[in-house]
């Protein structure tokens, strides 16, 4: 933008919309959303965070994908802006997947990361 501001969005896949969905409903918890974070720790700094949650906080960004919410806090989205979160699949396990392109490096967890 013009004025030097930044948009901070963070985008979610129907793919990952699909699972929360379908984690949420396997823990008697339908129509739940997902909180996706950012904390201190992890082998690189900083680390991803995942939780089931039923209410917006005061300073969340909501995203809506296929009727499913997930919530990132002001302060996560300062490290996750412009980030796009999916589900990948495959034989030694299924998880969520963060695509941050502020990331300058990360560990083969794929949870923790640096900026």
């Known amino acids: ?3 030097g501001t930044t948009i901070r969005v963070f ?15 396997r823990q008697g918890r339908a129509g739940a959303g997902l909180r996706v974070s950012v904390s201190a720790g992890g082998c690189s ?4 965070g995942f939780d089931l949650e039923d209410k917006v906080g005061e300073d ?5 994908v296929e009727g499913t919410n997930v919530f990132v806090d002001g302060v996560s989205l300062d490290f996750l ?7 990948h699949e495959a034989l030694i396990g299924s998880h969520f997947v963060v695509r941050n392109p502020q990331a ?8 923790s990361f640096a900026v």
């Open 81 to 87: 802006a412009g980030s796009q979160l999916d589900w």
């Open 104 to 111: 300058t490096s990360g560990c083969g967890c794929g949870v």
């Open 1 to 3: 933008m013009p004025d």
């Open 11 to 25: 985008h979610v896949t129907p793919r990952a919309a699909e699972e929360i969905a379908s984690i949420a409903e």
């Open 60 to 64: 969340d960004l909501v995203v809506t």
């Open 45 to 48: 700094g900083l680390q991803y």
